[in-house]
Nanobody
Framework: QVQLVESGGGLVQPGGSLRLSCAASGSFLSIYHMGWYRQAPGKQRELVAR???????VYADFVKGRFTISRDNAKNTVYLQMNSLKPEDTAVYYC?????????????WGQGTQVTVSS
């Protein structure tokens, strides 16, 4: 069984910054990729950023130049540094990862962390 636990959400003013963290734990051999998605009220969940085990980065167009994803493989943790936040960034942010396990590939989602950008 694998688990993802997020932290770092909260309320921030427009133009401010937040840093999200997501730590993986459980029984797995390795982690293929880790990433962040978000879901605003009434909207579908969408990809924000993803990083592979080899360090390849993928960003949604709406966060390029503002958000940075990084990964600490020794700690099985992925981070999302969010700068220049806008009200439209308000959403629940979910961590996602694909694990290599003894029974094959296993995907997992975190419980989500609320990010609210408001003055």
């Amino acid at each position: 069984q694998v688990q993802l636990v997020e932290s770092g959400g909260g309320l921030v003013q427009p133009g401010g910054s937040l840093r999200l963290s997501c730590a993986a734990s459980g029984s797995f051999l390795s982690i293929y990729h880790m990433g962040w998605y978000r879901q605003a009220p009434g909207k579908q969940r969408e990809l924000v950023a993803r990083i592979t085990s080899g360090g390849r980065l993928v960003y949604a167009d709406f966060v390029k130049g503002r958000f940075t994803i990084s990964r600490d493989n020794a700690k099985n943790t992925v981070y999302l540094q969010m700068n220049s936040l806008k009200p439209e960034d308000t959403a629940v942010y979910y961590c996602n990862a694909e694990f290599a396990t003894t029974i094959g590939g296993v995907g997992s989602w975190g419980q989500g962390t609320q990010v609210t950008v408001s003055s």
